[in-house]
């Protein structure tokens, strides 16, 4: 069973305008939410991470929601830039577990069109 | 940079050839994770470390596979007896807290 989904494979977006990317899970021990960009042939780079005690973190451009009663969070990109063109991945852990292994979506391309 | 490396980043062997990949974390980093991602997936799971205690293995991880990080620094990653299905991106990451920081990957082809 897939605990982390992400629906959209592809979102195309103009220079400067909003990105918005989004992240369902299905596993309520998940309480550590992690974004990842990747480039091809390139390991994942760590964006941004919520805590579930929280509903909102932001740092620079990025800004993550998370809505625990939905099982939902998401990623903002403000303004978006054509250097964010990539694949994003978003990760559940249970960080109080033993190992805090990451559960991965299956990403969502961005492209942003300058 | 005193990020994650790994090497090599690519190897091309033949089916039932054994390939070893090595990973040296960050190197304050205790915790140290190896992952595997096919095209179109995510990273997925196969093993964890903290400090050389290997203490989960996924059920992704078959017996022809085999991890080792002797004195809790750098980690190897040996498949034995390769498949065309191994191909795929390993991934190394490592952590101290909540986030993990991963590698370049290595890139396997099996032919």
């Known amino acids: 069973d897939q605990q982390v989904k992400q629906n959209s494979p592809s979102l195309s977006v103009q220079e400067g305008r909003i990105s918005i990317l989004n992240c369902d899970y299905t596993?309520?021990?998940?309480?550590?939410f992690l974004w990842y960009k990747k480039y091809p042939a390139e390991g994942p780079t760590f964006l941004i991470s919520?805590?579930?005690?929280?509903d909102k973190n932001e740092d620079g451009r990025f800004t993550v929601f998370l809505n625990k009663s939905a099982k939902h969070l998401s990623l903002h990109i403000v303004p978006s830039q054509p250097g964010d063109s990539a694949v994003y991945f978003c990760?559940?852990?249970?960080?109080?577990?033993?190992?805090?292994?990451?559960?991965f979506g299956t990403g969502t391309l961005l492209a942003v069109q300058p | 940079d005193t990020g994650v490396s790994q090497d090599p980043r690519h190897k091309i062997t033949k089916r039932g050839q054994n390939v070893t990949f090595r990973c040296d974390p960050i190197?304050?980093?205790?915790?140290l994770y190896w992952y595997r991602q096919t095209l179109g997936q995510g990273p997925e799971f196969l093993t964890y470390f903290q400090n050389e205690a290997q203490l989960e293995k996924s059920r992704l991880l078959s017996d022809r596979f085999s991890a080792e990080r002797p004195k809790g620094s750098f980690s190897t990653l040996e498949i034995q007896r390769t498949e065309q299905g191994d191909s795929a991106m390993y991934l190394c990451?490592?952590?101290?807290?909540?986030?993990?920081?991963f590698g370049p990957g290595t890139r396997l082809t099996v032919t």
């Open positions: 990451a490592s952590s101290f807290s909540a986030g993990q920081y």
């Open positions: 596993n309520s021990m998940f309480d550590y």
């Open positions: 190197s304050e980093h205790n915790r």
């Open positions: 919520i805590s579930s005690i929280k």
């Open positions: 990760a559940g852990t249970d960080y109080g577990g033993a190992t805090n292994k990451l559960i």
